[in-house]
């Protein structure tokens, strides 16, 4: 069984910064891509940024040079730096993984985290 963890969110001021973590555990091959997407209220849920096994990265336009995408494979563990934070920025945040697993043949299946809540006051 698979399990995507994460931690970090919080209660920050507008201009601060967070860093979360999101690691995976359990039966696990490889990881190809992790994300991170968030959802506000109201809102549909959006991704933010990924992040290749290779460590290609893309982001959106709204967080491009504030928020920075990184992994540690040995880890299993992905990370979002969050800096200049706006109160635009609140939501829940999920991280995202394609998992390559092993049962009587190689599979990739997608996994999604229980999600954090950012919170950035004016």
């Known amino acids: 069984q698979v399990q995507l963890v994460e931690s970090g969110g919080g209660l920050v001021q507008a201009g601060g910064s967070l860093r979360l973590s999101c690691a995976a555990s359990?039966?696990?091959?490889?990881?190809?891509?992790m994300e991170w997407y968030r959802q506000a209220p109201g809102k549909q849920r959006e991704l933010v940024a990924r992040?290749?096994?290779?460590?290609?990265?893309i982001y959106a336009d709204s967080v491009k040079g504030r928020f920075t995408i990184s992994r540690d494979n040995a880890k299993n563990t992905v990370y979002l730096q969050m800096n200049s934070l706006k109160p635009e920025d609140t939501a829940v945040y999920y991280c995202?993984?394609?998992?390559?697993?092993?049962?009587?043949?190689?599979?990739?299946?997608?996994?999604w985290g229980q999600g954090t809540q950012v919170t950035v006051s004016s």
């Open positions: 992040i290749t096994n290779g460590g290609s990265t």
């Open positions: 359990g039966s696990i091959f490889s990881i190809d891509d």
């Open positions: 995202n993984a394609v998992l390559k697993q092993y049962s009587s043949s190689y599979y990739y299946d997608n996994y």
